[in-house]
């Protein structure tokens, strides 16, 4: 197997960040580029050192290779992609005999995935002193592992935040048609009063056009066309 892409740049390339000439990490160690030092093979680190970008992009490529292999050789168990990616970065940042001799290994190779994250999260000590920057990459790499997992268990549950509102369910809506309803009826009431009353087609009309019952019903009825015209495209653009 091989680290992801996506945890290259996650997990490692943003918690080493990239110096293109050579310094001391909190250990005093000599380090270059995304974390290179001289153990990790070459080149050398030494103190005044300068390469260019794409010179620690090939660098971290070549040593991402042995650490991959010595994950791959330690671990005894299978691992899904993050989980793979997880231990890598791990190895990365804390190195090969680190990895090798530890209790976190022990876990893996007994099949106990549940008790990694605590594991992982006993590796934030520098020197004695917990360190803010480790942390923040156990951390990372805790919920790197656990992703498969939690994308399993929110596929089991049913979300409560997102519920698919529609004009059925809506008060605003139901509201509107209602009172459309109830205005109509009336309208129709008049209407049918009319029709009797009136002896022709002309009288029918000019009576409804005066009547002043008819006109308020008309213009509840045209409201409420306009309220539920207007929450239903509401809700087409925001949901709610």
Same mark, same amino acid.
């Given at each position: 197997?091989?680290?992801?892409?996506?945890?290259?740049?996650?997990?490692?390339? &943003?918690?080493?960040?990239?110096? /293109? !000439?050579? #310094?001391?990490?909190?250990?005093?160690?000599? =380090?270059?580029?995304?974390?290179?030092? $001289? %153990? %990790?093979?070459?080149?050398? @680190?030494?103190?005044?050192?300068?390469?260019?970008?794409?010179?620690?992009?090939?660098?971290?490529?070549? +040593?991402?290779?042995?650490?991959?292999?010595?994950?791959?050789?330690? @671990?005894?168990?299978? /691992? =899904?992609?993050?989980?793979?990616?997880?231990?890598?970065?791990?190895?990365?940042? &804390?190195?090969?005999?680190?990895?090798?001799?530890?209790?976190? /290994?022990?876990?893996?190779?007994? &099949?106990?995935?549940?008790?990694?994250? *605590?594991?992982?999260?006993?590796?934030?000590?520098?020197?004695?002193?917990? $360190?803010?920057?480790?942390?923040?990459?156990?951390?990372?790499? @805790?919920?790197?592992?656990?992703?498969?997992?939690?994308?399993?268990?929110?596929?089991?549950?049913?979300?409560? &935040?997102?519920? !698919?509102? =529609?004009?059925?369910?809506?008060?605003?809506?139901?509201?509107?048609?209602?009172?459309?309803?109830?205005?109509?009826?009336?309208?129709?009431?008049?209407?049918?009063?009319?029709?009797? +009353? *009136?002896? +022709? $087609?002309?009288?029918?009309?000019?009576?409804?056009?005066?009547?002043?019952?008819? /006109?308020?019903?008309?213009? @509840?009825?045209?409201?409420?066309?306009?309220?539920? #015209?207007?929450?239903?495209?509401?809700?087409?653009? #925001?949901?709610?």
């Amino acid at each position: 197997m091989q680290i992801s892409p996506p945890a290259i740049e996650v997990l490692i390339k &943003a918690f080493e960040g990239c110096k /293109l !000439e050579a #310094y001391r990490c909190p250990r005093g160690i000599c =380090t270059i580029g995304y974390g290179h030092t $001289t %153990a %990790a093979g070459a080149p050398a @680190v030494q103190m005044g050192m300068k390469i260019t970008q794409q010179q620690a992009d090939d660098i971290l490529s070549r +040593d991402l290779h042995q650490f991959e292999d010595a994950v791959t050789r330690l @671990v005894h168990q299978p /691992l =899904t992609q993050h989980q793979f990616d997880v231990l890598v970065d791990f190895t990365y940042n &804390a190195g090969v005999s680190a990895f090798s001799g530890s209790t976190l /290994l022990k876990k893996i190779n007994t &099949a106990k995935f549940d008790d990694v994250p *605590a594991e992982l999260m006993k590796w934030v000590h520098v020197n004695g002193k917990v $360190t803010p920057g480790l942390v923040r990459r156990r951390n990372a790499e @805790v919920a790197w592992w656990n992703e498969k997992k939690q994308v399993q268990d929110d596929a089991r549950s049913t979300p409560d &935040a997102v519920v !698919e509102r =529609t004009m059925a369910t809506s008060k605003q809506g139901n509201a509107a048609l209602l009172t459309a309803g109830i205005g109509g009826l009336g309208a129709a009431k008049e209407v049918v009063q009319q029709a009797q +009353d *009136a002896a +022709d $087609t002309a009288n029918q009309l000019v009576g409804l056009l005066s009547n002043t019952n008819f /006109l308020i019903m008309s213009a @509840v009825v045209g409201l409420a066309a306009a309220i539920w #015209y207007w929450r239903k495209r509401h809700m087409e653009k #925001y949901g709610v």
